[in-house]
């Protein structure tokens, strides 16, 4: 451990971290590749070990040894309980109402964590034409609440979405329900910056819990719109010395397979 | 009934130019080699369907055989942006690409429907999305029962099916294993079908009662093409080529590299170039 006043670990550690405590030993879980991957594979290695991961390709209580490279990896279905077709997937599994948590990441983000993954700029004439929503757009709706992490900055973090890939809350306050939506949508926002959860009522996305060593004035500055605080914020706990470990373990263990495969 | 056909006879007999096609695979068991095969026999005005259009549709793209595609996520995935679908749909480069964008259930439950033989899915989707407002073929029908609204898109009928599977018999039963996907109800939903396989077995052998089969009946076309899934994975044969996937992104950014890439590795080879290819590219071998 380092004895210098800078933390010892990295922005994207501890968002990591903070999206892993998140996930309950009894969750049963959608996983989104990247940034959500590595978090609930590290909730499943240290606090969480019953928890169920479901990865969109028909993987069902997958134990991956590495991080997979994408959502269909061969490792997801040698770990797995079982693997079902895709369209039982989407049909019994996650609109059947059986995922407590979807989590997912994104391009663009708004303040009612309404999601954008599918193009910069107008849907026909794009400046950026991204891959798309994929499962998203279900998995916003079908499970019970859902996670979001994604690093925080003015790019992503945005005023107004340019195309709205798959609900948050809508337009705010009961938005959700007044489109038949009977489900939590957004409770948990986590960046490298801080905690955000909406506010009960506007919906709203609102500071909870800042990450050591963040300020409000970097919160601010890497935010699109005029982000709110929680009258009470609290402070995010810093990393354990066994969560870091098992993420730097993880990612070390992945890096060796994919070298290994080249 | 099954035929067994070389590759080339495959394709030509299977995919034709016009079809709406797809090539499927849910990242395990892309039918690459058929792919190639399709784009030296230089097929052209195809619609293409696909989940998960990676590196098979961004060459078949990237060539102009494709006027449409119809789609949930299209990216490399692991990496990043298909470069030349970007260039099609972006800069209309070689030619103008059209999209039919879904998610992923709308996909899924439109190729069950039409495996089951009905006219659309239902399914409860797209709420607050806004795929709804820029697809015209996303529509809605309430429920007689509960008066639910629920989102319907049409049916997925193709004319043409290709996959890739671990093994056939010799009757042309074929067993896939692993990560499914929707490739049996791709074929299902077809009038015509190509299976590309690893092996060709005497007797399917010791598997599960449930195991994923599709029934020789229920088959055009098969073609023995071993490491025909190379670079994406076959479980139980060999392992993605994420080497291959990673440089794709360099490749494919470039008109010019791609041109001399499918120059070099798809025009003047033939399919027996194939497995050959996929070892020397070093797809890892299962222990």
Not at chain 1, 105 to 132: C, E, H, M, S, W
Not at chain 2, 128 to 150: M, Q
Not at chain 2, 158 to 181: C, F, P, S, W
Request: aromatic letters at 8%.
């Amino acid at each position: 451990m380092s004895t210098s006043a800078k933390p010892a670990w990295t922005p994207t550690e501890m968002m990591t971290i903070v999206a892993a405590r998140a996930l309950r030993n009894d969750d049963v879980c959608f996983v989104g590749i990247g940034a959500p991957s590595a978090a609930c594979n590290l909730a499943r290695l240290t606090h969480a070990p019953g928890i169920t991961l479901i990865y969109e390709s028909g993987t069902i209580a997958t134990k991956p040894n590495v991080l997979p490279l994408s959502i269909g990896d061969g490792e997801l279905c040698e770990t797995a309980l079982t693997t079902v077709p895709v369209p039982e997937m989407f049909r019994y599994w996650l609109q059947g109402g059986r995922i407590s948590v979807g989590f997912l990441g994104g391009a663009q983000i708004d303040r009612f964590a309404n999601l954008n993954t599918t193009v910069i700029g107008p849907y026909d004439k794009p400046k950026v034409r991204l891959p798309g929503g994929g499962g998203a757009p279900e998995i916003a709706t079908s499970c019970r609440e859902v996670f979001i992490t994604m690093v925080q900055g003015k790019r992503s973090f945005v005023d107004k979405l340019d195309f709205i890939t798959s609900l948050g809350h809508g337009e705010g306050r009961d938005h959700r329900a007044r489109l038949g939506v009977t489900t939590k949508g957004p409770t948990r926002v986590i960046t490298d910056l801080c905690l955000m959860e909406p506010d009960p009522a506007s919906k709203e996305l609102t500071v909870a819990a800042m990450h050591p060593g963040v300020t409000r004035e970097q919160i601010a500055d890497s935010t699109g719109w005029r982000v709110k605080f929680s009258g009470q914020i609290a402070d995010t706990p810093p990393p354990t010395p066994e969560e870091l470990s098992v993420l730097r373990d993880l990612h070390a263990r992945t890096q060796a397979a994919n070298a290994a495969q080249r | 009934m099954a035929q067994f056909l070389s590759l080339a006879e495959a394709v030509e007999d299977v995919v034709r130019d016009g079809d709406t096609a797809a090539f499927e695979g849910f990242t395990h068991l892309i039918p690459f080699a058929a792919g190639h095969e399709a784009i030296r026999q230089r097929r052209k005005n195809l619609t293409l369907v696909r989940m998960t259009p990676d590196l098979i549709y961004d060459q078949l793209i990237g060539v102009g055989a494709v006027n449409k595609m119809i789609f949930s996520w299209g990216g490399n995935p692991g990496v990043g942006s298909l470069h030349r679908f970007r260039d099609a749909y972006e800069q209309g480069w070689p030619r103008p690409l059209a999209i039919e964008e879904h998610s992923h259930a709308a996909m899924a439950n439109a190729y069950e429907a039409g495996a089951a033989g009905l006219p659309f899915a239902v399914f409860r989707g797209y709420r607050g999305a806004e795929l709804a407002r820029v697809n015209p073929n996303i529509k809605s029908v309430t429920c007689p029962y509960t008066a639910e609204v629920l989102a319907t898109v049409p049916a997925i009928k193709l004319d043409a099916a290709v996959i890739h599977a671990q093994k056939a018999d010799r009757a042309g039963n074929v067993m896939l294993e692993g990560i499914v996907g929707v490739q049996k109800e791709a074929v299902l939903t077809s009038k015509r079908s190509l299976v590309t396989v690893e092996e060709v077995v005497d007797d399917l052998g010791e598997r599960s009662f449930n195991a994923c089969i599709l029934p020789h009946w229920t088959i055009t076309a098969i073609a023995h093409v071993p490491g025909g899934a190379h670079p994406s994975y076959a479980q139980g044969h060999y392992k993605r080529d994420n080497a291959f996937y990673e440089a794709w992104d360099d490749i494919a950014r470039d008109r010019d590299s791609f041109k001399a890439w499918i120059g070099e590795h798809v025009m003047t080879r033939g399919p027996e170039a194939f497995a050959p290819y996929a070892r020397a590219a070093g797809a890892g071998r299962v222990a």
